[in-house]
Nanobody, 122 residues
Framework: QVQLVESGGGLVQPGGSLRLSCAAS????????MAWFRRAPGKEREFVSG????????RHTDSVKGRFNISRDNNKNTLYLQMASLEPDDTAVYYC???????????????WGQGTQVTVSE
């Protein structure tokens, strides 16, 4: 069992930046591929970015490529999402999640955080 707690969300103007963090409760964090998902109002939860167990491979959805960067520190049991050039369409609740392998499918992620709100607005 891995408990995940996100932080770092907030209100930011278009073009701004935020860094989200996801702290895991125990060192088994390093055994899991990790990902960020988001759910915008009225929309389904969608994959944003993912990273494998060692941090050597990443994936991003097309809409965030070149703007978002995912990373992890297994010594600190923490996952990060650095977001830049934020747009109003990035407004959503962002969730971190853990899976046995890196992929984009919601149902394959066993553990989820409670989410953190990101709002991009003037």
């Amino acid at each position: 069992q891995v408990q995940l707690v996100e932080s770092g969300g907030g209100l930011v103007q278009p073009g701004g930046s935020l860094r989200l963090s996801c702290a895991a409760s125990n060192p088994t964090f390093g055994n899991y591929a990790m990902a960020w998902f988001r759910r915008a109002p009225g929309k389904e939860r969608e994959f944003v970015s993912g990273i494998d167990q060692r941090g050597s491979r990443t994936r991003h959805t097309d809409s965030v490529k070149g703007r978002f960067n995912i990373s992890r520190d297994n010594n600190k049991n923490t996952l990060y999402l650095q977001m830049a050039s934020l747009e109003p369409d990035d407004t959503a609740v962002y969730y971190c999640a853990a899976s046995n392998y890196l992929n984009t499918l919601v149902h394959t992620y066993q553990f989820w955080g409670q989410g953190t709100q990101v709002t991009v607005s003037e």
